[in-house]
């Protein structure tokens, strides 16, 4: 009897699961697990009051990301709890023999950075996080997604979780995506199509011509954010441009090792005829710049377009009023020339070399506007050692920007990097949420591209008008 | 973390008819640098609940008295976003033993599960019954039998049966966790993990 045509989620997923539980959860196996400061400290308190080893320490990988200042980095951290945590993750890390990359380490960073940067994720694999963007992963065909605290224990003490298998989502999106129209408003615009619970249930995987020709740091910034319309996660087939990017990083497969692998790695893809329970198409064409409005990622709308209708939306009207006045705007406001405060570039959605190139590709020759405080918050050393080498920095000191150190920064503002109350910011990440960057903090997700166009005009602008 | 078992809870119930409250909401990211699990539930709802100088917002409805209970009943998509499960410890140290809404993000919804808190998914229409039931009279008691997977509206005698998978539903009723059957079967995970790529 011939197999059943796969897709390539079934692929992975089936290749991982240690036992099946008769209506319940599959008992599901582990290949690389990410920790990081906030997330972890409860669960290695688990293990210490179950008496409990940690069972494959060279499995888990530990870098300090959420919680760390983004300036004088080779200071003592201020904020004592701050400070408590990272000591935590340095001293459990040390105690069970798990690789920790700390402040101050080179190799430190965004940990959905600095996985793939240093080859620590790779086709085929699962990847676990205390941390819902580690969907990131996906980009390379790994099932990755985030998990909590009691899950981040089972995989410390068992390398294991109990997972149900998610349904499976198809998105194609084919054509080529437009002058100044890159990853995140393509991610965007999906999401604004299937709402920010549109496909919570299912695991995606993209397909197309789109992503195809894209980036990896492309496709790593749409994995991202896939758990912003519900799915724990996203993936992309590999293919050559995956393989390109992974040779040669420092933890990748070498040399027979590296056949082999490439070997397997050619074989994750879904098959012709593999079935999936939901299947959306979208054309490239049909995809602007892209400007979030509203208190969750789903309300987002191109950027030469006006705030929809609490009628057009549908859903509950007071959700939408409530959401619109947190935000300060109306119903039929146009976007484009809305005045905005600070710029945030940089997170593990669009804080990779690529992001910071669209950046300087708009703000070159120009200069900051002056009443823009703007963060510039590379993911990781490495990119910021790029930023330098490829001349970047001196285009931003140029137009008036600084170039701050790695870290989640004012992604999720636990750290100093608080948007005040009220001021608008124009940011590259990925939760537009009510405080998500400080208490009373007004976000609209966006592009780098988009960031730099309202970097240096001040205003919500249309960065196709900028580029030449 | 060992929890309380769960088996029948009768309660009156706390209404959030808001949609989409994701888990900034109910614990913002500044109140994540805890090294331990302990007192989460003094933020919960920290932002909605609190103004700037940490006086109480008479508005928000874990300020006003007339509803107290161990369930709490909110808008469809709660707790998406952050998979923070100190989103659901806040729940749980507040007091909460049950959410009730229209539908949960998956996340959210395994940390609840993996800590003793029961999310119980009901039909639109149900939800909006429980939200007049609630707010004809905050005194309206809930009752949610996980053995029979029935929510009930104790003063219409309403009811609809919820779903929840045998294994965890074994494990609420008993109060064991993963980690207890994860840890029966290290030797199965041990033979996997010698044959994987990995």
């Known amino acids: 009897m011939s197999q059943q045509p796969a897709t390539l989620f079934d692929k992975v997923w089936d290749a991982h699961v240690v036992r099946k539980i008769e209506d319940g959860p599959d008992v599901f196996f582990i290949d690389r697990h990410f920790i990081h400061e906030v997330t972890s400290p409860v669960a290695f308190l688990g293990l210490e009051n179950r008496k409990l080893q940690v069972m494959f320490p060279n499995k888990t990988f530990a870098t300090a990301d959420h919680n760390t200042p983004t300036i004088n980095q080779h200071l003592p951290v201020q904020d004592p709890l701050s400070a408590n945590q990272l000591k935590a993750l340095e001293t459990n890390s040390a105690k069970y023999g798990i690789s920790h990359w700390g402040l101050g380490n080179p190799k430190n960073g965004i940990v959905h950075v600095v996985g793939p940067e240093n080859g620590i994720t790779l086709p085929g694999m699962t990847i676990v996080c205390g941390d819902s963007h580690t969907s990131t992963h996906g980009a390379f065909g790994a099932i990755a997604f985030g998990i909590g605290t009691s899950e981040v224990e089972m995989v410390l003490s068992s390398q294991c979780i109990m997972q149900p298998k998610p349904k499976k989502m198809l998105i194609n999106v084919n054509g080529k995506l437009g002058k100044g129209v890159t990853p995140k408003d393509a991610v965007l615009y999906i999401i604004a199509q299937l709402t920010a619970a549109g496909a919570t249930g299912y695991f995606i995987e993209y397909a197309g011509q789109v992503f195809r020709e894209m980036s990896m740091e492309g496709r790593m910034t749409v994995c991202n954010m896939s758990i912003e319309m519900g799915a724990r996660g996203g993936m992309i087939a590999p293919d050559e441009t995956t393989f390109a990017y992974i040779k040669g990083r420092e933890k990748a497969p070498q040399g027979e090792a590296w056949d082999t692998a490439l070997a397997y790695w050619k074989t994750l893809k879904t098959d012709e005829g593999a079935a999936f329970d939901v299947v959306y198409n979208y054309d490239a064409a049909d995809i602007e710049p892209q400007i979030t409005y509203g208190t969750n990622p789903g309300m987002g709308i191109g950027i030469s377009q006006r705030i929809p209708t609490a009628e057009v939306v549908g859903g509950s009207k007071a959700s939408y009023e409530k959401s619109l006045d947190y935000m300060g705007f109306h119903e039929n406001d146009a976007m484009i020339g809305k005045k905005i405060d600070y710029v945030f570039i940089g997170s593990c959605t669009n804080g990779r070399i690529e992001d910071f190139r669209a950046f300087a590709s708009i703000v070159k020759g120009r200069k900051k506007a002056d009443h823009v405080t703007a963060w510039i918050v590379p993911g990781s050393h490495i990119v910021e050692a790029q930023i330098r080498e490829e001349g970047i920095f001196d285009i931003l000191t140029e137009a008036g920007f600084q170039l701050r150190q790695p870290g989640c920064s004012a992604c999720l503002a636990m750290n100093d990097d608080k948007i005040p109350a009220g001021k608008y910011a124009v940011s590259t990440s990925n939760r537009n949420f009510e405080g998500r960057q400080g208490p009373g903090a007004r976000t609209l997700l966006a592009s780098p591209l988009v960031a730099a166009a309202a970097a240096v005009t001040g205003v919500v602008t249309d960065p196709r008008d900028l580029i030449a | ?198």
């Open chain 2, 1 to 198: 973390m060992a929890y309380d078992k769960f088996t029948v809870l009768t309660s009156t119930a706390v209404p959030l008819p808001i949609e989409n409250v994701d888990t900034d909401q109910i614990i913002p990211a500044r109140f994540l640098k805890a090294t331990e699990r302990k007192g989460f539930g003094d933020n919960l709802f920290r932002d909605w609940r609190y103004n700037n100088d940490d006086s109480p917002k008479q508005d928000f409805v874990l300020n006003n008295p007339i509803y107290t209970g161990k369930i709490l009943v909110a808008g469809k998509n709660f707790g998406s976003g952050s998979s923070r499960e100190h989103a659901a410890w806040a729940i749980y140290d507040y007091g909460f033993r049950c959410v009730v809404s229209s539908f949960f993000a998956d996340i959210f919804k395994n940390n609840s599960l993996n800590i003793g808190i029961l999310p119980v998914q009901v039909t639109p229409t149900f939800l909006d019954k429980i939200f007049l039931a609630v707010e004809a009279d905050p005194k309206a008691e809930i009752t949610v039998n996980l053995e029979q997977q029935s929510i009930t509206i104790a003063a219409t005698g309403e009811s609809e049966s919820f779903d929840i998978n045998s294994y965890k539903k074994h494990n609420l009723m008993n109060g064991y966790d993963d980690i207890d059957y994860l840890q029966a079967m290290k030797d199965e995970i041990r033979v996997f993990a010698d044959k994987s790529k990995y």
